[in-house]
């Protein structure tokens, strides 16, 4: 009989157990599937933009606790880089780099700096990014005409005054005369003109070989190109020509952001603007550092004298961008003046307004 009652017993508390792991099993949430967010970059996996694009997207995942997970295509491998504002407004991509100066009817007021030759601190990708967000942050014109395409900024980029890569030596204007050189955007293929250059437009991932076939005799780019797209290999030469300053945004598409649980939107915005701070900080540092790095590959460095930098400027054809540009806008029912007016305060260069403005 005692035997029997055990028998009993043992069977029970197992069926209890049973029971009980099948009523924990079917309340238990389904493991929740990471939010994946596809980027469409232009730029290829090396270099101190690669770099720094990677950390962010790990610190995303890491502080997500895996909730997010980011995949980078590279080297235009998703998207062409002229597709990428209209890929990310269409949900091929999650974000994109998107470029601004290709876009001019699109975005027509970013392009805003393209209209300048130089800036005094174009040298140095710290401010210029600090600037970016301040502008950004300052300009609720700006950040609509980001906004109509379903889509605003994540990670800036900035583009710190650049140099001229190229088949010959060039030290003054007249150098310049006759020879095809990659520019980027509308703007600076004007400013190129006005010196006798005949300007054409490549896409980043294009100017290696365009430079080897000898499609162009030089491209006007960053001094981290040489080492991201191996220039050193197809030019001989580079020109400190310290012009033109750029700053842009790998943008985010507010489908992606409202997928995000509030905490992790937070947590991934406040990653991006802040590696992006870090990334200009390495881009000040490391000018010198690519200078050094394109000499040891045995490419000659040579000065552009401001007395040139400032006989282009003064061209009428170059002087008188600005103004065009704002009246251009302000012909179109767009805030040109308002616009201008913001970036010259933000970027302390406010004397440069045409008068009148």
């Not at 880089?81 to 876009?103: F, H, I, P």
Request: net charge positive; with cysteine.
């Amino acid at each position: 009989m005692k035997r029997e009652r055990w028998v009993y017993l043992v069977m029970l508390t197992f069926l209890a157990s049973l029971m009980l792991w099948g009523a924990t099993e079917a309340g238990a949430a389904p493991p929740t599937k990471p939010l994946v967010l596809r980027i469409a970059e232009t730029h290829p996996p090396t270099g101190t933009r690669a770099d720094f694009l990677k950390k962010a997207c790990n610190e995303v995942e890491t502080l997500t606790e895996g909730r997010i997970k980011m995949e980078v295509y590279w080297s235009e491998s998703l998207v062409k880089t002229k597709e990428m504002l209209r890929a990310l407004q269409r949900g091929v991509c999650d974000l994109s780099w998107v470029a601004n100066l290709y876009y001019p009817a699109e975005l027509p007021l970013w392009t805003h700096y393209t209209v300048i030759l130089y800036h005094p601190k174009g040298d140095d990708a710290s401010y210029l990014t600090k600037k970016a967000w301040e502008l950004f942050d300052n300009s609720q014109i700006l950040r609509a005409e980001l906004e109509k395409y379903g889509q605003t900024a994540w990670f800036a980029c900035p583009y710190d005054s650049y140099c001229l890569y190229s088949k010959k030596m060039v030290n003054t204007l007249e150098d310049l005369k006759g020879m095809r050189i990659r520019v980027p955007g509308e703007g600076a293929s004007k400013m190129v003109s006005a010196i006798g250059v005949h300007p054409t437009s490549v896409p980043a991932a294009d100017v290696y070989s365009v430079l080897e076939r000898g499609t162009v005799d030089g491209t006007v780019a960053g001094w981290d190109w040489g080492k991201s797209y191996r220039l050193f290999e197809v030019v001989p030469y580079i020109t400190d020509t310290n012009i033109i300053i750029h700053y842009l945004f790998n943008n985010v598409s507010f489908a992606a952001l409202n997928k995000m649980p509030e905490k992790d939107r937070k947590t991934f915005m406040e990653v991006g603007r802040r590696v992006s701070l870090e990334y200009g900080e390495a881009l000040k540092k490391e000018r010198e550092v690519a200078k050094a790095f394109m000499k040891e590959k045995g490419v000659k460095i040579l000065p552009f004298p401001a007395e040139e930098r400032e006989k282009w400027a003064a061209l009428p054809a170059v002087k008188g961008l600005l103004k065009n540009w704002i009246d251009e806008q302000n012909k179109a029912g767009r805030p040109g003046t308002e616009v201008m007016r913001t970036f010259m305060k933000t970027f302390e260069i406010p004397e440069w307004m045409p008068p009148g403005y």
